[in-house]
């Protein structure tokens, strides 16, 4: 991750040094530096001087200020690397607590939701990519990170190189899937829009690959397009797979390999949205003798 060090003091260049030698992603690395920033801000001195009651105090700021649990929970998460590792200072830790978050069951779109949103993009790139994410549920990083050598047509197979956790693993290539991307290979390949062995999804620069940004507002542009009035996004797509597949009956373990999940327990909370496989149980009220009025 590059760092300017112009201004920048020994401290964070620690910090750095710490997360470049873990091989911390960017984004991971980007992350932390704000939680560490945040907490300078409200102390007023350098953080390596904070005491454990200073950061209770900083946790109950965040609470006061309406910040989200998701956001307090990742700014921990980057203080417990600075005071854990570069400080060596956990006992600093020790009044902070991470927020238990309440687990919503994710929004699942119908089959034919699915076709009227990838039916709705603006162009042949981005009908692709939400195909992807749908066809094969990957996260939309695995989109927007694809390569060309990745889609392996003998195999049937999508090789994600590196996905989240770091992990590689193999997702499924359909037959149907697998018309779509030649179709944009083909279109890009004539129009120079696409390396030979480069990135699947190129940037405007096809050097790059397209960034998760633009997929997002293409996907947004899709909704609105389709008239769609649920709260759609890529994850949405990558949540649909998981259900369909399990309406489909196929083992909650395959689903747990295809989506990379470490834990079943992850895999199935799909259970309780698919909405099919519900209907299809006989509740016990229907197993009792028929009753009678009095």
Known sequence: ????????????????GDMTLRKLKPRTQAGYIRSVKRLAKFLGHPPQTATAEELRRF?????????????????ISGLSFLFNVTLDKPEVLKMMSP??????????LSPQDV?????????????????????????????????????DSQRMLIHVELGK???DRNAMLSPTLLTVLREWWRYAQAEHK??????????????????????????????TAAGLDQRVSMHTLRHSFATHLLE??????VIQVLLGHKKLETTARYSQVASRILREVTSPLDKLPLLTPD
């Open 59 to 75: 946790q109950l700021h965040l609470v006061d200020s309406g910040v989200s649990s998701t956001t307090i929970n990742a700014t």
């Open 1 to 16: 991750m590059a760092h300017s060090t112009q201004t920048t003091s020994p401290l964070r260049q620690r910090m750095i």
């Open 165 to 167: 956790g770091n992990q």
């Open 248 to 253: 489909q009956h196929v083992d909650i373990r």
């Open 194 to 223: 696409m390396l030979k062995g480069g990135w699947l999804f190129p940037g405007q620069d096809p050097i790059n690959h397209i960034s998760a940004r633009q997929i997002c507002r293409a996907c947004r542009a899709a909704v």
């Open 115 to 151: 076709r009227q949103l990838i039916d709705a993009t603006s162009s042949l790139k981005y009908k692709a990519a939400l195909s992807v994410a749908y066809g094969a549920g990957l996260r939309i990083s695995e989109v927007a990170n694809l390569r060309v050598n990745d889609i």
């Open 99 to 108: 927020i238990c978050e309440a687990r919503r069951l994710p929004i699942v």
